[in-house]
């Protein structure tokens, strides 16, 4: 059996908010950023894989640094995600 994978989420209004975001997951915790996401209309969608409590960390991290220089929209943790999200979202596990 593989090994479960937690998944985080940040999403933003506007590019600076989210580059600040993936540069505070980064450097919180021991996590792989996968995607960075552009999805319409300036929001803008960051995802990063890691074990459950670094993801947390990072998430926490990412979404205090982007509410402070713009729009947060929403922060959430995947603690163990099923195979099929990696799939779903087109990224590997």
Known sequence: MSKKLALGFVETRGNTGSV??????LKTA???LVKKVEIGGGYVTSVV????????SSIEAGAEAAAKV???ICANVIASAHEDVFD???IKK
Do not use: C, Q
């Open 20 to 25: 600040l975001a993936i540069d505070a997951m």
């Open 30 to 32: 021991p996590v792989d």
């Open 49 to 56: 894989r890691g074990e459950v409590g670094a993801v947390k």
């Open 70 to 72: 713009g729009e947060l």
């Open 88 to 90: 779903l979202i087109g």
